[in-house]
């Protein structure tokens, strides 16, 4: 089997996880996850739709799987563009990171049901819930460098176009610092949606991951052989002069 076909295997192969982690996010956001805002749920409204919806908390496991399925798309990724080096190791430690993150997650949604089967307070649904639902914002960290590294490793190989490379760094940096604009002008209203920084960045968030996800998609899914004369093993000159990339 030929390099060529090899390739062209790998970045198909990307498009479909990229599809797959696009309809987990999106199939997670719309139907299992609990109402996030904004506007911010209240109290009442956080008792009310767990006591209603104790089924669902099961189903937190969604986001490890999608997790998962998110650092095998990082992995295609690395392997297309031929990366090593730092750049693809803090990628893996992200993706690490990640499931992690997601894994914590499910415990504290699971302990909550536990809590619940054993006649918990609404106070204690409250705090529970609330902290759960914060750590899927402390996803968008490692999320960020992930998809920063994968921009750079493109831009370097010149496997596809260079605008998606552009934004894999764009969403990777908004990522990156969306927690630092939300704690500069927080955002957090239970009747309506504050548009101050952080409310934009929240909003961002979303948009961005659903845009870069969805571009990689059709990229390589439809133009699968474009820059793929870039991506042969280095040559020793590059290798020496960029030993840390």
């Not at 705090?127 to 998809?147: E, M």
Request: net charge neutral; charged share 10%.
């Amino acid at each position: 089997m030929n390099a060529t076909w090899t390739e062209t295997k790998v970045s198909r192969s990307a498009a479909a996880v990229s599809f797959l982690v696009l309809l987990g996010t999106f199939l997670y956001f719309s139907v299992i996850t609990p109402p996030l805002g904004p506007p911010e749920p209240s109290a009442q409204q956080i008792v009310t739709w767990t006591h209603s919806h104790e089924q669902l908390l099961l189903f937190q496991f969604v986001p490890a799987y999608t997790a998962v399925i998110y650092a095998v798309l990082i992995g295609l990724l690395i392997q297309l563009t031929r990366g090593s080096g730092l750049l693809a190791n803090l990628a893996w430690l992200a993706m690490g990171a990640n499931f992690a993150i997601a894994l914590v997650t499910f415990g504290l949604y699971f302990g909550l049901w536990s809590y619940l089967q054993r006649g918990g307070s609404d106070d204690g649904v409250v705090a529970l819930r609330s902290i759960a639902s914060l750590f899927t914002h402390g996803q968008l960290i490692p999320l960020g460098v992930a998809i920063s590294c994968i921009g750079l490793l493109g831009m370097r190989s010149q496997v596809w176009p260079i605008w998606l490379s552009w934004l894999c760094l764009v969403v990777g940096v908004e990522h990156l610092l969306s927690s630092i604009a939300f704690a500069a002008a927080p955002s957090f209203s239970t009747t309506g949606h504050q548009m101050t920084l952080g409310g934009f960045v929240r909003l961002a968030d979303i948009i961005l991951e659903y845009a870069w996800l969805l571009a990689f998609v059709l990229v390589l899914a439809i133009k699968p052989m474009r820059g793929l004369t870039h991506v042969g093993p280095r040559s020793e000159s590059t290798r020496s002069s960029n030993p840390a990339l």
